[in-house]
């Protein structure tokens, strides 16, 4: 399987922790971090590199993985392997990273961190006081 990108949110764990205790439904968690990478996804795919048509195109593989504790975006299947030697390189056969899905995150960055901090305003305001 594919290598996922992911960014790191500081104190997300301990969010988690908080929320739990307070009673709040952690299963909405997973759809915050899908609508996260449903941002990206786009600038992803636009910005994957294009190689020959009898190859196919890395770009068509690009996808939102989505838990209760991260979004990643994943690129590659089992006929398109190189997803992650195009983003992070292959130093052995000298392959410099061409950091596509990086790029794309930081590009929208101003819009994904506005759906997240959304989100889990929304799951703060589920939570009911005893």
């Not at 594919?2 to 929320?19: C, E, K, M, N, P």
């Not at 899908?34 to 770009?59: E, F, Q, S, T, Y």
């Not at 209760?68 to 030697?85: D, E």
């Amino acid at each position: 399987m594919a290598d996922g990108i992911s960014a790191r949110v500081d104190g997300a764990a301990q969010l988690r922790r908080t929320l739990r205790k307070a009673g709040a439904d952690m299963s909405d968690m997973r759809q915050v971090h899908k609508r996260v990478g449903g941002v990206i996804l786009p600038a992803a795919r636009a910005g994957a590199p294009v190689g020959p048509d009898a190859g196919g195109h890395i770009g068509s593989t690009v996808r939102v993985g989505a838990s209760q504790s991260a979004t990643t975006i994943r690129a590659g299947n089992k006929r398109l392997v190189y997803g992650p030697r195009t983003h992070w390189g292959w130093l052995r056969r000298r392959q410099l990273p061409n950091m596509w899905i990086t790029r794309a995150a930081q590009s929208t960055e101003a819009r994904w961190t506005q759906v997240y901090f959304d989100g889990i305003t929304d799951i703060i305001n589920t939570i009911k006081g005893k």
